[in-house]
């Protein structure tokens, strides 16, 4: 790093750190890494997808405890460790409610818990060779969902789907739109007519009905959601590239490229480009931000993630009606995490604008 570069980081930090909003944006957005990152191993439920199911103790509240008794599954997966830690594992075991026990050797007698003041007396002989003890009890700490998986793991893994999704949405954005819009504001003319023309057909259409249009046409799914909500987002980015490019072109510094004999290729992206990437990168932030709302929206409407894999629209989708119910918590935590987030990007994004304006 050259002494120039490492002063304009200096400096570029020294003003971030004066807007706190910006640093508790970037704090958030820090910690939601972390999280997406280290998922699997921070979930108390580290099954793929966090996909526990327990019916008997479905939408409890939160701080919920109660024991289990493992029961060995007949099917063994035997996952690497690596496979582990980035999608999560099977199951080894069944977790069965239980109220009380009672231990003889090898043998346990419970009550097995079937619903509120409901149980079931049932027994359980293991092999003598497993001396571990089979009877743990766990904590929920937002409660658990309508099939009886844990919220709190759901959150934790779902924050892979939300910024998967954003960054996925805002690479397609970034480069459809500053390619679109360097072209059309470099050579303007028929060309710059016919994006324009492009740019406001698409800028036309509402959002949601476009994703829905993209989504039907691709099939409903993982990969289709990225795909449609990037295509959504370059418009943005294109509009804004255009315009600096049309400002920064008739400069006197681009005005002797073109008599140098470089190439329109290397003018754009060797000479333009580089000087308007403070603007791209805020638009950029905005753009992740309502990446993860289009993202929320669609899985809630049924046309985006699809279970079981834990989007927090998904999960606001198939607990809003506990909204009205003594246990509210369920759809109010994705909510919450939804909100938490898009607002760090959205502070993010404001005090890059800050930094990277040249009057400040």
Not at 2 to 22: C, M, P, V
Not at 71 to 92: C, H, K, P, V, Y
Not at 125 to 151: A, M, P, Y
């Amino acid at each position: 790093m050259s002494k120039q570069e490492y002063s304009f980081t200096k400096i570029f930090w020294k003003k971030l750190r004066r807007n706190k909003g910006a640093v508790f944006g970037l704090c958030v957005i820090v910690i939601a890494l972390l999280m997406a990152v280290f998922a699997y191993v921070i979930a108390p439920d580290s099954t793929t997808n966090a996909n526990r199911i327990i019916v008997e103790i479905a939408a409890k509240k939160p701080g919920y405890q109660q024991q289990f008794i493992k029961i060995e599954r007949n099917t063994q997966t035997n996952s690497s460790s690596l496979t582990a830690f980035f999608f999560g594992n099977e199951d080894q075991d069944q977790y069965i409610p239980v109220t009380s026990y009672k231990q003889t050797g090898n043998r346990y007698d419970v009550e097995k818990f079937v619903d509120e003041g409901v149980t079931e007396p049932l027994s359980f002989t293991f092999n003598n060779n497993k001396s571990e003890n089979r009877i743990v009890t766990k904590t929920f700490w937002l409660g658990t969902d309508k099939f009886g998986r844990d919220i709190l793991s759901r959150l934790i893994v779902g924050v892979r789907i939300s910024l998967s999704v954003g960054l996925i949405a805002v690479l397609i954005s970034l480069t459809v739109g500053i390619f679109l819009g360097a072209v059309a504001g470099y050579f303007r003319g028929w060309v710059d007519e016919a994006i324009l023309w492009l740019i406001n057909v698409v800028w036309s259409i509402p959002t949601l009905l476009f994703v829905f249009a993209i989504t039907l046409a691709l099939g409903k799914g993982f990969w289709q959601v990225f795909l449609a909500v990037g295509l959504t987002l370059w418009v943005n980015v294109a509009r804004l590239v255009r315009g600096q490019v049309l400002s920064l072109r008739e400069l006197n510094y681009i005005e002797a490229t073109k008599a140098m004999g470089f190439s329109h290729a290397r003018t754009i992206f060797k000479h333009i480009l580089p000087n308007i990437m403070g603007p791209v990168i805020v638009i950029a932030a905005s753009n992740f931000a309502s990446a993860i709302v289009i993202e929320a929206g669609l899985s809630f409407l049924g046309v985006g993630v699809q279970p079981p894999q834990p989007s927090w629209g998904l999960m606001i989708k198939e607990n809003y009606n506990f909204i009205i119910t003594s246990n509210p918590m369920l759809a109010i935590a994705p909510g919450i995490a939804i909100i938490l987030l898009v607002l760090a990007f959205n502070l993010l994004g404001n005090g890059l604008r800050d930094v990277l304006d040249v009057r400040n």
